[in-house]
């Protein structure tokens, strides 16, 4: 049993992450029906953006604001400069999904040729060998803090398009982009603030996912396509489908790492989502596209 | 008295080869309900989505001039700003959203006092939106969501509110509501400009009319003068039996004279 809950628990750390990855992903496809390729180049970039920071000798908690702001303002600014030129230029789906894929192997290049590619420490003030008793079962500091950083951000969001006018316009733009014009809603600039924010969700993901990995251009590849899957298992469309999937793909994953192998990791999460597919193609919370003609 | 609304020449075009609009003038005057009737296919919608800057770069050639200013090829959230809402033809709800959040989206960008105000009067006009207002917008019956439409364009108070075929699907009892609603609108002092093919419906309420064909206005006039013309009332009226032989056969396709 402890052994059960201390890999739960760690799945559930990592789970957070992916959520995180996923929220950001559905925010940004269900409000322009793109997918984010760079999303986890934004949140590697903003990663490197804190390491330089902290090298200035910056306390963590700026540098933690910082980084988020940065990768914030990386998004708007390529929704406002590369995606709305595009569009006015009648840009596909499959072109404006293209220019994203090009927006994160630019920031790759950009990041290898700035900051190297040798891998490199993250110095965090959580730590992962620190190790807290909670009532028999051993959870480190850094887990703790992942798993509140998991839980804040989705109440954020939450409360952000739940409960605000703002958030009112986001789900109006994201459903009727003609009528939220027609009624005199400023459309480009909430949905630039719907690329920030998931640009920002992507980078407090990246940061809490740096310390257990080593940074490199590239660490956020993997984070990314796990969250990607978590995504698609929750529903795309779906802002709680993200935060089931990505807690589903990294229980499953802590549990089968534990259990099973190491290798055998990745292996089961992805047997899961197959089979959930299979089921309900459309994702756990998803909603079928109904379209009248 | 300048028109509120004046459009010179106006031509639409969709992927820069077919002509919606060739060429159209119509002036709106302030206070009055303007109505454009014609067949599908005439262009009645695509001139609504042009002075309402919903079709981009276009028109491409002509002017729109709206209380003094020019509006053409504006982007659409400046027009509406400036005060020309437009109710399309699928209503253009936010289905997810319920009937408040819909009504509160009106009211974006609003910050005067007359809100309430504003409020009480579309709840007065249309009270079942009262009812449901906690109420998913796509569960509303068809009625119901032209009420919700108009309600939500009423809140932009608009100078002019277009509207595609308010009475489009409804059951005849629910049509006239919605057009009582159009009428008290009308006295409040908006100006209405409407797209119709319920030809008899729209001529009861209209101050004006126009008859759209393949792109252009071919007739304009009171209700009046349109109602006396044969061809209208033919063809939109349902009215032409002297094109019948004795035998109730028709002889021959008669030539609209326009």
Same mark, same amino acid.
């Given at each position: ?45 903003? $990663?490197?953006?804190?390491? *330089?920071?902290?090298? !200035?000798?910056?306390?963590? &908690? %700026?540098?933690?604001?910082?980084? @988020? #702001? ?121 949905? $630039?603030?719907?690329?920030? *924010?998931?640009?920002? !969700?992507?980078?407090?993901? &990246? %940061?809490?996912?740096?310390?257990? @990995? #080593? ?79 | ?258």
């Amino acid at each position: 049993m402890e052994r059960f809950l201390l890999y739960f628990i760690s799945g559930l750390a990592v789970g957070s992450l992916y959520a995180l990855v996923a929220l950001g992903l559905s925010l940004i496809y269900r409000s322009t029906r793109i997918l984010n390729f760079a999303h986890g180049d934004i949140a590697s970039a903003g $990663a490197f953006f804190a390491l *330089t920071l902290m090298g !200035l000798k910056i306390p963590f &908690g %700026l540098v933690f604001i910082m980084a @988020l #702001l940065f990768g914030s303002l990386l998004a708007m600014g390529f929704y406002f400069c590369i995606l709305v030129p595009a569009q006015r230029r009648e840009a596909t789906l499959l072109g404006q999904i293209i220019l994203t894929l090009g927006l994160g192997l630019i920031i790759q290049g950009l990041t290898s040729r700035i900051w190297g590619m040798e891998p490199q420490p993250f110095p965090f003030p959580l730590s992962d060998s620190k190790v807290w008793n909670i009532g028999g079962i051993y959870i480190s500091e850094l887990s703790v803090g992942t798993i509140a950083a998991g839980l804040l951000g989705s109440i954020c969001l939450y409360l952000l398009v739940q409960r605000t006018r703002l958030g009112l316009a986001m789900r109006a733009t994201s459903e009727n982009l003609q009528a939220a014009q027609t009624l005199g809603i400023p459309t480009r600039r909430i949905l $630039a603030i719907s690329w920030g *924010t998931a640009a920002l !969700l992507g980078v407090v993901a &990246g %940061l809490f996912l740096a310390p257990l @990995l #080593l940074l490199d251009p590239f660490y956020m590849l993997e984070p990314f396509l796990k969250g990607f899957a978590a995504a698609i298992l929750g529903g795309l469309n779906s802002l709680p489908g993200a935060i089931v999937g990505g807690l589903i793909l990294g229980i499953a994953e802590g549990l089968a790492g534990g259990y099973i192998s190491i290798a055998f990791k990745n292996t089961l999460a992805f047997l899961i989502i197959i089979a959930v597919l299979l089921v309900r193609p459309e994702g756990l919370l998803g909603e079928e596209f109904i379209e009248r003609v | 008295m300048t028109p509120l609304l004046k459009i010179s020449s106006i031509e639409t075009l969709y992927f820069d080869r077919i002509y919606a609009l060739h060429g159209i003038s119509l002036e709106v005057k302030e206070r009055e309900i303007f109505a454009i009737l014609g067949p599908n296919g005439a262009g009645k919608t695509t001139l609504l989505k042009t002075i309402a800057g919903l079709i981009k770069d276009q028109p491409k050639k002509g002017t729109i001039e709206f209380r003094g200013r020019m509006i053409q090829r504006l982007p659409p959230e400046k027009i509406s700003s400036l005060g020309i809402v437009y109710v399309p033809e699928d209503r253009g709800l936010f289905r997810e959203l319920t009937v408040e959040e819909n009504l509160d989206l009106g009211l974006w960008g609003r910050r005067d006092e007359a809100v309430k105000e504003d409020l009480e009067f579309v709840h007065g006009l249309f009270p079942i939106l009262r009812d449901r207002r906690k109420q998913q917008a796509e569960t509303l019956s068809g009625g119901e969501q032209q009420m919700l439409a108009i309600a939500r364009a009423m809140l932009r108070r608009p100078h002019l509110l277009m509207l595609d075929e308010p009475s489009l699907g409804l059951a005849p009892k629910v049509a006239r509501h919605v057009i009582d609603a159009l009428l008290q609108i009308s006295r409040k002092g908006t100006t209405l400009l409407v797209v119709e093919q319920n030809a008899k419906l729209a001529l009861r309420i209209a101050h004006y009319g126009y008859i759209l064909e393949a792109g252009r206005i071919v007739l304009e006039g009171t209700p009046k003068e349109l109602e006396e013309n044969e061809d209208v009332q033919e063809l939109y009226l349902g009215m032409g039996e002297q094109s019948l032989s004795p035998k109730g056969w028709r002889l021959y396709k008669k030539r609209r004279r326009w």
